[in-house]
Every structure is written in structure tokens, then in C-alpha cells.
């Protein structure tokens, strides 16, 4: 295949495995198959121990992978009370221990506290810098980490239908960018006068991508063996679902294509997606009637 993928591959990414490991794998399985050299990012990192939806952009869309880490994202988690680990999950060794085993009613008396923008120190074990270095790299070198308290949001947080609640407890949270929901874990549980760590996390949505685009690695290398990737991509503006498209001519298109200003639009200030016909052009500004390029894309154009 000689033009490079572009798009999105949404990755059920197995526990155990890294983000970036989900980058390499993708590679791989393109490599393996005889598709063009593509650029392959994703779209926000999941912790190895948590599973799910990862956003996989190839080719152009590596252009949009900074949007989704803005993008808000649903996880469904279970809390298990009685011991705090180092790591907040189930990785780490025990810290701190407790007898107390909220109820199910005092869980969900709990959780309006934890409802809309909340102040959270983020986990020892994360990858935030402190001085340069990786928290986690520090905390596992023995150091004692001291983050900052951090303002999120969290859009909604409740008990997910499936709990049985004998010492542990599944949430659903729908969460904003640099949430921790170890932390979130942690907070609740001392909420209710105990402690508890992190045992099941998984990621439902990213953004606009949901749990039920999401394929199995072997899925993935099972579609590109047959050559049937591209029925398994979604399209590049599948990441953008909430910004309008902006039409173009093909002298609009030529001039966006070469980074010029397109002065006297008569839409609305705000962020558009410029096409010509169904070929995404560019992510583009408008301001007070002038459309400035925010991202071009490089997208061969389809017979018009």
C-alpha cells in the first residue's frame, strides 16, 4: 500500500500492557502487513493496570492526538476498603490498613462531595515531574514524593449498577483532563473514614470514543492479515464530533493549503473544520469574520 493510513484505531487495551506498548504494537502489526511507513501516537496515556479505550491516531490524525488528552474521559472503577497501597492500586505494597467497611448508602451519601471541580494531590506513582524526574521514579527509588493538590473536574460520579458491596465498592466517573482516579479512590475511602485502594480500572470513553469502537489487538491483527484495516479506521474528523465543518471551494482549499488567511467568513467566531467536499483540509480559527489555520492536514484529495 503505498499511501500512508490516517485515522483512528480504537485499542481495548489489555491490562498489563502500556500505552506506548499500544503505539508499538499497532506498528508492528502495520510493519507485518505490508502497509505504508505510518505515524502512529495515541490520544492519552492509560496506566498499564487499567484497561480500555485507547484512542490510536494514525498518519494525520497524529495532528488531533494533543486534543484528546484535553478531551474528558468515563471510567468504571472498584474500590476495595480495609488497605491502602503505595501505589493506590494493586501493584504496590500495603501502607495503611482499616476495620471500617462503609455501606453501600453511606458510599453513595459520600459521593456528591466528589462532584464538580474538586482540589487532588495526584499518586506518588504517576508520571508527573518533580525536579525533572518521573514521580514514580523517585517514589520507587524510596524518596518520599510531595505533589500539589491539583483542580479537576468531575463531571459525574455514582455507584455502577453492578456492585455487590462486601468491602469494596465499582463507581462509574465521568472525569476531566488530569484526573486520577487512584487518587479519586484514596479520597473517597478517607472520606468515610477509612482507606482503600484502586483493584479493577477501565477506561469506557475517551473524548468521543467509546468502549464500543474499541477492538482486541487480536482482532486488529486479524483485520490486517486480511487487509481489512481500513474498515476497522475511523475517519480523522471522527475525533472532532463537536466542531462544525466549513465548506470550501477549491480555491479556498488551495489558499488554507498553503497557510493564508481567509478574510470576510460570515460564520461565527469559534474553532471549524475546513473540507473540501468529505477531505478534511485543516482545523481552523475563526475570529471576528477571518479563518486562520490551526492544524493543516496533508490528505490526498478523492476525484471531486
Known amino acids: 500500500m503505498s499511501v500512508p493510513l490516517s485515522g483512528w484505531l480504537i485499542l481495548?487495551?489489555?491490562k498489563g500492557m502500556g500505552s506506548t506498548q499500544g503505539v508499538s504494537?499497532?506498528?508492528r502489526v502495520l510493519r507485518q502487513n505490508g502497509y505504508a511507513k505510518t505515524k502512529v501516537g495515541h490520544g492519552g496515556t492509560l496506566d498499564p493496570?487499567?484497561?480500555?479505550?485507547?484512542?490510536i491516531a494514525l498518519g494525520e490524525a497524529t495532528k488531533l492526538a494533543g486534543r484528546m488528552l484535553d478531551a474528558s474521559k468515563i471510567y468504571v472503577f472498584t474500590i476495595e476498603f480495609g488497605q491502602e497501597?503505595?501505589?493506590?492500586?494493586?501493584e504496590g505494597e500495603v501502607v495503611a490498613t482499616s476495620e471500617i467497611r462503609p455501606l453501600l448508602a453511606e458510599v453513595e451519601a459520600v459521593l456528591p462531595v466528589f462532584t464538580g471541580p474538586i482540589e487532588q494531590v495526584p499518586p506518588a506513582y504517576s508520571a508527573l515531574k518533580v525536579g525533572g524526574q518521573r514521580a514514580y521514579d523517585l517514589a520507587r527509588a524510596g524518596e518520599v514524593v510531595e505533589l500539589k493538590a491539583r483542580s479537576v473536574t468531575i463531571h459525574s460520579l455514582a455507584i455502577c449498577g453492578e456492585t455487590v458491596g462486601h468491602g469494596d465498592v465499582t463507581l462509574v466517573a465521568h472525569v476531566s483532563k488530569g484526573t486520577y482516579i487512584r487518587s479519586l479512590a484514596r479520597d473517597v475511602a478517607y472520606a468515610l473514614g477509612t482507606v482503600g485502594h484502586?483493584?479493577?480500572?477501565?477506561r469506557t470513553k475517551a473524548g468521543p470514543f467509546t468502549q464500543e469502537q474499541a477492538i482486541s489487538l487480536d482482532k486488529l491483527e486479524e483485520a490486517a492479515k486480511g487487509a481489512?484495516?481500513?474498515?476497522?479506521l475511523l475517519p480523522l474528523e471522527a475525533g472532532l464530533d463537536d466542531i462544525p465543518a466549513l465548506y470550501l471551494d477549491q480555491t479556498s482549499a488551495q489558499a488554507v493549503r498553503q497557510g493564508r488567511v481567509l478574510s470576510d467568513m460570515p460564520q461565527s467566531s469559534g474553532l471549524y473544520l475546513a473540507k473540501l467536499g468529505s477531505v478534511p483540509v485543516a482545523?481552523?480559527?475563526i475570529t471576528d469574520g477571518m479563518a486562520t489555520v490551526v492544524r493543516g492536514f496533508n490528505l490526498p484529495d478523492v476525484a471531486e
Open 12 to 14: 481495548d487495551k489489555p
Open 25 to 27: 504494537a499497532v506498528k
Open 49 to 55: 493496570l487499567a484497561e480500555g479505550v485507547l484512542p
Open 85 to 90: 497501597t503505595s501505589t493506590l492500586d494493586t
Open 198 to 202: 484502586v483493584t479493577y480500572l477501565r
Open 228 to 232: 481489512g484495516l481500513e474498515y476497522l
Open 283 to 285: 482545523l481552523m480559527e
